[in-house]
């Protein structure tokens, strides 16, 4: 059966969040340093997702994109990953 995109990015996602588990095993306690470690992973989007306008805007080539455009999606399943983690905490 294949995958459709959203499988793919929950996929992605867990992957991120096993990696991240196994990184640091203590979550935080401190509602605060919870949301910070979320709004970190989404500040990195953000700079991905510039970085990929930018280059879109030079007219680059499409391996350099699809490059950009690889590291965004990282950066948004590590962010999808720190949320899940945010909110498998607080249940």
């Not at 995958?3 to 991120?16: I, K, P, Q, S, V």
């Not at 340093?33 to 879109?56: C, D, P, T, Y």
């Amino acid at each position: 059966m294949p995958h459709t995109n959203l499988d793919l990015a929950l996929l992605a996602a867990g992957r991120e969040l096993t990696d991240a588990e196994h990184k640091h095993p203590q979550w935080p306690t401190d509602l605060l340093r919870q949301v910070a470690i979320v709004a970190e992973e989404l500040g990195e989007a953000q700079k991905e997702a510039l970085s990929l306008v930018e280059w879109q805007e030079r007219g680059c080539g499409t391996a350099e994109l699809a490059a950009r455009g690889a590291a965004l999606d990282r950066e948004m399943a590590q962010v999808a990953a720190m949320a899940l983690r945010f909110l498998a905490a607080r249940l």
